[in-house]
């Protein structure tokens, strides 16, 4: 099924660019929208950089003219960013300017959809009556993004999505856009509420289940129990268990902040969100829990931290991309430089213009200790005798064989094993 109608993306980073490629290849007049003028300009110079395969296929393929003015449209999808402010609280400035952008161009009878993730109630509650004063008789909807930079397998295209739209009319044309856009399935809630509540519910299991096994390692750590081994094992059931892995911090735009748009719902509806907080606190001090665990090891081998060579591996808060938006690998540099004192020097091969060093065998050469914040197949495929000249080995992500490093003489701390 194909719909003849035009289409506009509006914010075009991580989620917005490959929706807006793909639906380049669906619909005659697909148009995408950045306020950056530098985005917009490498978007169509075909220079700018995409961590994700399908939609790096589709750049090149593609015929897509992007610019920083939104003209009149049937549909306008919402995909900027939704950060939180210094006091965690929700700003919503990227999406109201966005609306600000649609409102002069917007007719009676046009859809706006909201991608961007909102917590519950923010459609209706905000985007609604912001848009008010347009006059026009427009469609709401919501369709949380569930993009997951670097997945060899999952990307826009084929991601089964839920929409839900501020009346029936609005569920059903984002329904019948969605469904001629992705190779998969389209489910219709029965409210926007659901579909803004469904995304959160998405990222907060996450962020519970993490801090969950953060919480485990540190436990096991001090009963010399290896939680690596235990959560495989724990896998081996084939059902109700679902693995989620330690480390030394989550990041990204998704976890590490939407917990708080509930949270600060929450407590605007009256209801004290603790275990979500509790989650939040937990996996926010992952990044301190690694470092005092470097300093110990340290510590154990006589060594003092203060003008230790400390070689820091990863940026991104992810493996494979070279995304750092609230990766805890700046907490644990800035922790090591300010409090501990160390020498400090950080490797990224997928971000070089912010590494010390120009490769992983500079680092090593460099460091007297390795700590992983990421798990790039560069580290994870690096020949292990090359480490055999370090003192300490400390896995931030788990990701090394602890017993090889160990047999090159080479001190060993993973997060939850020994
Ligand atoms: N990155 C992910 O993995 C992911 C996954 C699921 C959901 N999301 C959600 O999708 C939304 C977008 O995230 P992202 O990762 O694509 O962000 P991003 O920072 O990669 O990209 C946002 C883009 O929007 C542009 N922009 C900002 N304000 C604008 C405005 N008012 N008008 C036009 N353009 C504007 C920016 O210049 C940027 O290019 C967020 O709400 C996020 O929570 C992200």
């Given at each position: 099924m194909q719909i003849n109608k035009t289409i506009t993306i509006i914010g075009l980073g991580y989620v917005g660019l490959p929706l807006a490629l793909l639906a380049a290849t669906k619909f005659h007049n697909c148009r995408g929208v950045d306020i950056s003028e530098r985005r917009v300009r490498e978007i169509n110079d075909r220079t700018v950089t995409i961590d994700d395969f399908f939609a790096a296929n589709l750049l090149r393929g593609t015929s897509l003219e992007v610019s920083t003015k939104v003209e009149t449209s049937d549909i306008y999808v919402v995909c900027v960013p939704t950060p939180v402010n210094e006091r965690n609280e929700p700003d919503l400035s990227p999406v109201l300017l966005a609306l600000d952008l649609i409102k002069p161009v917007l007719k009676d009878n046009q859809l706006i959809i909201v991608e961007s993730t909102v917590y519950p109630g923010m459609c209706e509650d905000v985007i609604a009556p912001y848009l008010s004063d347009s006059h026009k008789k427009f469609l709401l909807a919501h369709c949380p993004e569930r993009v997951n930079p670097g997945d060899p397998h999952w990307h826009v295209g084929n991601i089964p999505r839920v929409v839900g739209g501020i009346d029936d009319d609005a569920a059903s044309m984002a329904f019948d856009f969605y469904s001629a856009l992705i190779d998969s399935n389209v489910k219709k809630l029965n409210s926007i509420r659901s579909a803004e509540a469904t995304k959160v519910l998405e990222n907060i299991f996450r962020d519970v289940n993490i801090a969950l096994m953060n919480e485990m390692a540190q436990a096991f750590y001090r009963m010399d129990i290896d939680v690596v081994e235990v959560i495989q094992a724990a896998s081996t059931k084939p059902f109700a268990f679902m693995p989620h892995w330690p480390g030394v911090g989550v990041g990204g735009h998704c976890i590490a902040v939407d917990p708080y748009y509930m949270i600060e719902k929450g407590r605007q509806a009256g209801f004290d969100h603790e275990f979500l907080k509790l989650a939040r606190k937990i996996n926010s001090n992952m990044p301190i829990y690694t470092v005092n665990l470097l300093q110990n090891a340290l510590n154990q081998l006589?060594?003092?931290?203060?003008g230790v060579k400390v070689g820091v591996y990863g940026l991104s808060y992810k493996a494979n991309i070279g995304d750092v938006r609230e990766s805890p690998s700046f907490d644990v540099i800035k922790k090591l430089k300010t409090e501990k004192k160390a020498a400090v020097k950080a490797f990224d091969p997928h971000i070089l213009s912010d590494s010390?060093?120009?490769s992983l065998d500079e680092l090593i050469e460099w460091a007297d200790a390795l700590l992983v914040c990421t798990a790039h197949n560069e580290i994870v495929e690096y020949p292990i005798q090359k480490l055999a000249k370090l003192k300490l080995v400390v896995d931030g992500r788990n990701c090394l064989n602890p017993e090889s490093i160990k047999s090159l003489g080479v001190k060993y701390k993973g997060i939850g094993r020994n």
């Open positions: 006589g060594m003092p931290t203060q010390d060093v120009k």
